[in-house]
């Protein structure tokens, strides 16, 4: 009736237009626009009616594709020509079974894959290629292989897969892999975001269509699917993981003329990003033909249509599946003591030590050592050891391990939402309330030492009683636990007493204690007043506490910390800046530097230096720090491919501490040292793998470094007050890095290429403060060899070494005597000579010294000085 109508109009135009009456004029010219802007939306409803918001087939034909998937892995910044990997290839063929005869929109699709060939995704000599000479049913296997070459039916509602279709007892694997070719149907062709469910999951898609060409980009980090990951605790020894994908669709005539996809993902070390690996995934499928193919099958609803092609077809997820690889060579024996972070090694561990039997001591230590330091801790392995705590300990040393173990487990399993975990509520419950009820120093001592792991919020106002209220080491050690707190969690509470203790308010405190008082108070968002009241009490304090103060309000200025801007503030009033506040003497310090500053970690030094009027060290503390850009990353992760297998990302790692020291003292010269040497030896293995059950391709990277952080305090208390010269040196340090690319076949054939690169990182000495400066330069000047004149004989110089006398008298055995004791300084060593006449060297000329010295001194005992 409307055609009619619109019909009727168009001849009515003309006589309306002659009409010479104005009035009825505009009337009519009003009544014929509406009936023609209705005309021509009835016109353009009548000319989209059929066109569909997706690909659209034919009735009648088949599309014949050429398809290929392909697997790169190699370094990240590595060139795709020589990575390992394989492709996969087939032909495809496409053909529409049912349209629905109440929306064009909704279409049913046969995909099927035909001649499926796997081989290198680059050329290779025959000798390294271990496809060479094997067909793809070898390779494959007879029932994977028809498998993959059945058919599947997707439902495509408004160009996105509503369901798919395939049969339910086949391998998993050979499902991914047509669900990843059914996901690249998957597009809509206008621009716009939405939210799509494909092989990856469910993800944030944005696509953006010019003419006949559709970019789908797709973010992989939205993406919802159940993935296994291990976050590690330590954010340094983390791995970052970056994924991007795009698709680019070219149309012709409504459907697909060609699709090109690509994903990418990135792993990198955080501590150095330089170690990597990348997968590359792609796809292309490119229409071949069109062909005459089958009609359509005729039925109402797609149940009919199924049922009628054939009854075994069952809906599924478009979602890949997880996929499990045949273990053909697992490990037999678990680690236990070394990891602990499996159910299986854990029973293992346990069954083994006995902490009732006090001569296994050690092994126990070492256990507990590998649970406090385990990356991703369960809830069952707190639970076990404080069953153990609870128990009968034979070893009072491993039993207050145990629960400083526990603190450190506490504190990870918060760090991932777990604190309301049955286990570690009673671990924090059993803590806490130990620590109320505990009377003895040793007991107090041990359960602040579990908190200082723990950093509990509900733990601040124990913490606080003790630090204001206890005894000097407890009430250090409480101070010490508050000053790890995030400022956050750093109340008013907190800091006004902090503030007590600082300015003493109630009770007198050690200078060790009232000193983190005030790191406390300046490194939690102070208060202009709280910063002047601390310079002002600058002047009025002890004399090196004076210095060790001015040393932490300079540092904090140097480094820009948050304080800073509120320090300069309250500094721009003469009376808490001015020359007699700035200038007191002392040889104390707060001194921060820098160990390493790249692009990916640095790593920090803070040497606090805190000595008594007369001289003596009250406190020396060398904390180092290492942070990183502070992102969020896995260290083993598990990626599905939108070409259909799954990749995995693996980097375990093991570090090795070795803390050992020595102390020489000499009442002849009046000199003491110690040397604590700071050993540490990383280890790190990364596998980046496609596993596709028939082929495996990936890389395996290793990296190892070793080295040696030495504190060298030399003290000479022949004068008052003492001279302190302290040294913070690194040995040279060796690094390696190892690169492994490989594919293996389940048969054992394998291909391998290797890389390597070892280098020595320098070591050097890092330079402390000034005062620290000043006095090492008095020290080390004290014991420069001066000339010794002999009473006869020619004097003999020689280079020095730490093993040999710097000066040699001929001719002079009490001299030589003298000269060893000397060479005792240097070289750390208590050996000098048996007899004076034993090594006694005679000359007249200084050209006869080298000729004539002997070999190196022996020992004397310590009475027979």
């Keep these: 009736m409307l055609y009619a109508l619109c019909k009727t109009s168009v001849l009515l135009i003309q006589p309306h237009v002659l009409n010479t009456d104005t009035g ?38 088949l599309y014949k594709f050429a398809y290929s998937a392909e697997v790169y892995v190699d370094r990240v910044k590595a060139s795709l020509q020589k990575s390992a990997g394989y492709r996969i290839s087939s032909g495809v063929d496409v053909n529409l079974l049912w349209r629905n005869p109440d929306n064009d929109d909704d279409q049913l699709i046969k995909i099927t894959m035909k001649d499926v060939q796997v081989e290198n995704v680059n050329e290779r000599p025959a000798a390294k290629n271990i496809f060479k000479g094997k067909s793809t049913e070898k390779i494959i296997g007879k029932e994977y292989l028809e498998a993959l070459q059945r058919p599947i039916v997707i439902e495509l509602v408004r160009g996105k897969v509503k369901t798919f279709y395939s049969y339910q007892n086949e391998p998993g694997f050979t499902q991914n892999i047509k669900r990843g ?9 206008h621009s716009g975001s939405s939210s799509e469910v494909d092989i990856s999951g ?69 501590y150095r990003r330089k170690t990597g690996a990348k997968i590359v995934s792609k796809q292309r499928l490119e229409l071949k033909s069109v062909q005459a193919g089958m009609g359509l099958i005729a039925a109402k609803q797609v149940a009919g249509v199924i049922k009628t092609l054939d009854p075994n077809y069952v809906a599924m997820p478009l979602e890949a599946e997880p996929v499990k690889s045949e273990c053909k060579k697992c490990p ?58 609870k128990g009968d300990v034979a070893n009072e040393d491993i039993r207050e391990t145990l629960v400083i173990v526990m603190g450190a487990l506490i504190r990870k399993l918060c760090d991932r939402e777990g604190c309301k975990l049955p286990a570690v509520a009673e671990a924090k419950r059993l803590i806490l309330n130990r620590l109320e009820k505990a009377t003895k120093d040793d007991n107090v001592r041990m359960y602040l030492l579990a908190l200082k792991n723990a950093l509990l919020p509900e733990a601040i106002p124990l913490l606080l009683k003790h630090a204001e209220s206890g005894e000097g080491p407890i009430s250090s050690l409480a101070a010490t636990a508050l000053q790890r707190y995030d400022p956050s969690f750093l109340t008013k509470e907190v800091k006004e007493t902090m503030n007590r203790i600082y300015h003493q308010t109630r009770r007198v405190h050690e200078k060790t204690v009232r000193t983190t008082a005030a790191a406390i108070i300046l490194n939690s968002n102070p208060s202009y007043m709280e910063v002047k009241n601390i310079l002002l009490s600058i002047g009025e304090l002890p004399m090196e506490m004076n210095k060790y103060m001015l040393s932490m309000i300079q540092d904090i200025l140097h480094f820009e910390m948050p304080s800073s801007k509120t320090i300069r503030q ?57 942070f990183d850009r502070n992102t969020e990353l896995h260290a083993i992760q598990e990626i599905q491919l939108q070409s259909g297998p799954a990749a995995s990302a693996e980097f375990m790692g093991g570090l090795a501490i070795d803390i050992s020291g020595g102390m020489e003292f000499s009442l002849w010269y009046r000199e003491s040292k110690t040397n604590v040497k700071n050993r ?95 006095m090492c330069k008095r020290v080390i000047g004290a014991n420069t060899p001066e000339p010794i004149l002999a009473a006869q004989g020619v004097e ?70």
Excluded: W
């Design 24 to 61: 009825s004029s505009a009337e009519s010219s009003m009544i014929l626009l509406t009936v023609l802007f209705l005309c021509i939306i009835s016109t353009y409803s009548a000319s989209v009616k059929g066109h569909t918001t997706g690909p659209s087939l034919n009735n009648d034909k």
């Design 680 to 774: 540490v030896a990383m280890f790190i293995a990364g596998n980046t793998e496609v596993d596709s059950f028939f082929v495996k391709t990936g890389m395996e990277t290793t990296l190892e470094t070793e080295t040696s952080l030495d504190f060298i305090s030399t003290v000479q208390f022949s004068q008052y007050p003492f001279l302190v010269c302290m040294q913070m040196d690194r040995v040279d340090s060796p690094f390696r890095t190892q690169m492994t690319k490989y594919e293996s076949l389940p048969s054992g054939r394998r291909y391998t290429a290797r890389r390597g690169k070892a280098a020595t990182l320098a070591g050097n000495e890092y330079p402390l403060h000034q005062e620290n400066s000043n």
């Design 796 to 865: 003999c110089a020689v280079p020095y070494n730490p093993t040999a006398p710097s000066r040699l008298v001929l001719g002079n055995p009490m001299a030589i005597v003298f000269l060893s004791l000397k060479r005792n300084r240097f070289s750390g060593k208590r050996d000098v000579l048996t007899s004076p006449r034993e090594e006694e060297v005679r000359g007249e000329t200084r050209e006869g010294c080298d000729a004539k010295v002997k070999g190196p001194f022996h020992g004397l005992q310590d009475g027979s000085r």
């Design 570 to 626: 309250v500094l721009k009033d003469m009376r808490a800046h001015n020359y007699d506040r700035f200038s007191k003497m002392g040889s104390s310090s707060a001194y921060t530097g820098y160990i390493t500053r790249g692009p990916d970690v640095s790593s920090t030094y803070s040497l606090d230096i805190l000595y008594s009027g007369s001289g003596i060290l009250r406190r020396s503390n060398v904390n180092i720090h290492v």
């Design 332 to 389: 037999s024996v678990v680690d236990a003591v070394t990891s602990a972070q499996t159910p299986e090694s854990l029973e293992a561990v346990l069954e083994f030590l006995d902490f009732k039997d006090a001569s296994t001591f050690i092994l126990q230590e070492r256990f507990l050592y590998a649970c406090g330091f385990a990356s991703h801790p369960s809830e069952t392995l707190l639970k076990l050891l404080t069953e153990k705590f």
């Design 202 to 270: 469910k993800c944030n898609t944005t696509y953006h269509v010019r003419q006949d060409q559709v970019t789908k980009i797709k973010d992989l980090d939205s993406c919802e699917i159940e993935r296994k990951r291990f976050t590690s605790h330590n954010r340094i020894l983390d791995v970052g993981t970056k994924g991007t994908s795009a698709t680019v669709y070219v149309l012709e005539d409504s459907f697909i003329k060609s699709i090109k996809a690509e994903e990418n993902f990135v792993f990198v070390l955080n």
């Design 181 to 189: 070719l059914a996901s690249l149907f998957q597009l809509q062709l």
